[in-house]
């Protein structure tokens, strides 16, 4: 199994800055894309940014210029750089990993989901 941990998130002022990470662990052969969701109370989830192996990266309108999303392969970890933040921002952020864990003789698909972390963007 894979196991994802977040952190960074907390209480900011608007237009302020924060950076979320997230590693994940396990006995992982191949990571394929990860991303960031956020969930505000009473919204649905929502794909906040993701990136490929290949480094090609996709981000939500609202979020294009201000956030940045970064992966290191040798750490199985992936980053949001959240720059000018605003209320509106405000949600519980969750990282999302998909690859391959397993051996090379048996491999299997992986769809894993960190724990949430808070992020609150308010004077």
């Known amino acids: 199994q894979v196991q994802l941990v977040e952190s960074g998130g907390g209480l900011v002022q608007p237009g302020g800055s924060l950076r979320l990470s997230c590693t994940a662990s396990g006995s992982i052969l191949r990571i394929n894309a990860m991303g960031w969701y956020r969930q505000a109370p009473g919204k649905q989830r929502e794909l906040v940014a993701a990136?490929?192996?290949?480094?090609?990266?996709n981000y939500a309108d609202s979020v294009k210029v201000r956030f940045t999303i970064s992966r290191d392969n040798a750490k199985n970890a992936v980053y949001l750089q959240m720059n000018s933040l605003k209320p509106e921002d405000t949600a519980v952020y969750y990282c999302n990993v998909k690859g391959q864990y397993g051996s090379v003789w048996l491999r299997h698909d992986f769809d894993s989901w960190g724990q949430g972390t808070q992020v609150t963007v308010s004077s």
């Open positions: 990136i490929t192996s290949g480094e090609s990266t």
